[in-house]
């Protein structure tokens, strides 16, 4: 070293912080980075970072699963969003809701947070893509974040999912017993009509706390907002609409191979494996 020289510092080691949901996906992708899944252990990160970054308007369940899900990893999820959940930032865009076109959700309850979180530093993110899912999702793309898709990484999918969190003794989300197939508000406008029906089946007090935030007017069509495009909730608290939706999904699921085929065959939906959320819908 010539002499007046200043020694460079050496490159900080980049944090590692992976975002679960409450989700399926996300938890055994958890697991699997704990070094929690037999033949691959060598995915095990140290001093890993969990994260999940709450709406305020989660399922029950959600809440309920993360608190397993902790117990065993053996460590804390960080909370994020504890003092603008989705009624504030409902607040600041007028009282529009989000929608596959304005996802203001994601952007705002999900990513801006975890960006606020992880700070300029180098970070690796974890996202839990599966390898039988052809989708990018909505991540952030800060040039100090870099992410890794494990799971793919891995070979995992759907079944294998499901295998690494039924050995962990975790087993897959409740919700999921009911017709809810992922994590996320509990009035995504992501949900097919089949899961607003269970919704409302299983937790009407959420259904109809959905339906005040909706505005339908019948002869004005720029003054419909609602969570399923083109129809009001209140149309599914007809006996005669949930049964037809619910018969629907019934004759699907008798001629289908795989459950997971299902989430796209429930009923229609603005849904598409490429669009959903990977911070929320996971």
Same mark, same amino acid.
């Given at each position: 070293?010539?002499? *007046?020289?200043?020694?460079?510092?050496?490159? %900080? !080691?980049?944090?590692?912080?992976?975002?679960?949901?409450?989700?399926?996906?996300?938890?055994?992708?958890?697991?699997?980075?704990?070094? =929690?899944?037999?033949?691959?252990?060598?995915?095990?990160?140290?001093?890993?970072?969990?994260?999940?970054?709450?709406?305020?308007?989660?399922?029950?369940?959600?809440?309920? @699963?993360? %608190? $397993?899900?902790?117990?065993?990893? &053996?460590?804390?999820?960080? $909370?994020?969003?504890?003092? +603008?959940?989705?009624?504030?930032?409902?607040?600041? /865009?007028?009282?529009?809701?989000?929608?596959?076109?304005?996802?203001?959700?994601?952007?705002?309850?999900?990513?801006?947070? /975890?960006?606020?979180?992880?700070?300029?530093?180098?970070?690796?993110? @974890?996202? *839990?893509?599966?390898?039988?899912?052809?989708?990018?999702?909505?991540?952030?793309?800060?040039?100090?974040?870099?992410?890794?898709?494990?799971?793919?990484? +891995?070979?995992?999918? #759907? +079944? &294998?999912?499901?295998?690494?969190?039924?050995?962990?003794?975790? &087993?897959?989300?409740? #919700?999921?017993?009911?017709? =809810?197939?992922? !994590?996320?508000?509990?009035?995504?406008?992501?949900?097919?009509?089949?899961?607003?029906?269970?919704?409302?089946?299983?937790?009407?007090?959420?259904?109809?706390? +959905?339906?005040?935030?909706?505005?339908?007017?019948?002869?004005?069509?720029?003054?419909?907002?609602?969570?399923?495009?083109?129809?009001?909730?209140?149309?599914?608290?007809?006996?005669?609409? =949930?049964?037809?939706?619910?018969? &629907?999904?019934?004759?699907?699921?008798?001629?289908?191979? $795989?459950?997971?085929?299902?989430?796209?065959?429930?009923?229609?939906?603005?849904?598409?494996?490429?669009?959903?959320?990977?911070?929320?819908?996971?």
């Amino acid at each position: 070293m010539n002499p *007046g020289q200043k020694m460079e510092a050496p490159a %900080a !080691s980049p944090r590692h912080v992976l975002n679960v949901s409450g989700g399926k996906d996300s938890s055994a992708m958890a697991l699997l980075m704990a070094g =929690r899944v037999r033949g691959l252990e060598h995915f095990r990160v140290e001093q890993m970072e969990y994260v999940f970054c709450d709406t305020q308007k989660e399922l029950p369940e959600t809440y309920e @699963y993360l %608190a $397993r899900l902790e117990a065993e990893l &053996g460590t804390t999820i960080v $909370r994020l969003n504890d003092k +603008a959940g989705f009624d504030h930032w409902h607040k600041v /865009f007028g009282g529009y809701l989000p929608s596959p076109q304005n996802r203001w959700c994601t952007k705002y309850l999900k990513l801006k947070p /975890f960006e606020a979180y992880v700070g300029s530093a180098p970070v690796v993110s @974890y996202v *839990g893509l599966r390898s039988d899912e052809d989708r990018v999702g909505y991540i952030s793309k800060k040039a100090n974040i870099t992410t890794r898709y494990p799971l793919k990484e +891995a070979g995992i999918d #759907f +079944a &294998g999912v499901v295998r690494i969190l039924e050995d962990s003794g975790l &087993g897959l989300p409740t #919700f999921m017993n009911w017709g =809810r197939t992922n !994590s996320g508000c509990t009035f995504c406008f992501f949900q097919t009509p089949f899961e607003w029906v269970r919704l409302y089946e299983n937790y009407p007090d959420l259904f109809y706390e +959905a339906m005040k935030y909706e505005i339908w007017d019948e002869s004005d069509k720029n003054k419909q907002f609602t969570w399923i495009q083109g129809r009001p909730l209140k149309d599914l608290l007809e006996p005669t609409v =949930r049964q037809e939706i619910s018969q &629907g999904c019934s004759a699907v699921a008798h001629t289908s191979t $795989r459950s997971e085929a299902l989430v796209d065959a429930f009923s229609s939906s603005s849904r598409t494996s490429k669009e959903a959320c990977l911070l929320c819908q996971k």
